[in-house]
């Protein structure tokens, strides 16, 4: 973001987690509040790029020998003669997904624990943040009356 920017700055997608980063905007005067709320986003913004990485890359890895598994189970190349990636039929890949989401699904409940808490925190310390800058304006308000 160019140096005068006083915003926060959102990325195109990852190409390994999909989630699109943001970059967040520092105040020259940012109180400890501020940057504890600030470096709460931050780290929530870490923890679901590192599990949404690693989720997409075994996701990809998982189906790719499933592909080649079923497509070998039948006698087929993983292309057809004609260059063609080969495809299975929708309720195969029904298979897969049902599976994968299965093997997965303590993953993804700790995950949405751990979403859940950090989200908590942060709309916390918003909460903490809106109340002081309200408190603060109250009391130049106060103060220039």
């Known amino acids: 973001p160019p140096a005068h920017s006083c915003n926060d700055?959102?990325?195109p997608p990852d190409k390994h987690s999909n989630l699109r980063p943001v970059i967040f905007y520092v105040p020259p005067e940012e109180s400890p509040l501020e940057r504890r709320l600030r470096e709460a986003r931050q780290e929530a913004q870490a923890c679901d790029q590192r599990f949404w990485a690693r989720?997409?890359?075994a996701f990809r890895q998982?189906?790719?020998?499933f592909?080649?598994?079923r497509l070998k189970a039948k006698g087929?190349?993983?292309?057809d003669e004609t260059g063609q990636k080969a495809t299975l039929n929708a309720e195969e890949m029904a298979d897969f997904y049902k599976d994968f989401l299965s093997k997965n699904f303590r993953k993804h409940m700790q995950y949405n624990r751990d979403w859940y808490k950090r989200n908590f925190t942060i709309t916390f310390l918003m909460g903490q943040v809106a109340l002081a800058r309200a408190l603060k304006w109250l009391r130049w308000k106060k103060k220039n009356v």
Request: net charge negative.
């Open 76 to 79: 087929l190349e993983m292309r």
């Open 9 to 11: 700055w959102i990325g």
């Open 67 to 69: 592909i080649y598994s």
């Open 55 to 57: 989720h997409n890359r």
């Open 62 to 65: 998982e189906k790719e020998e």
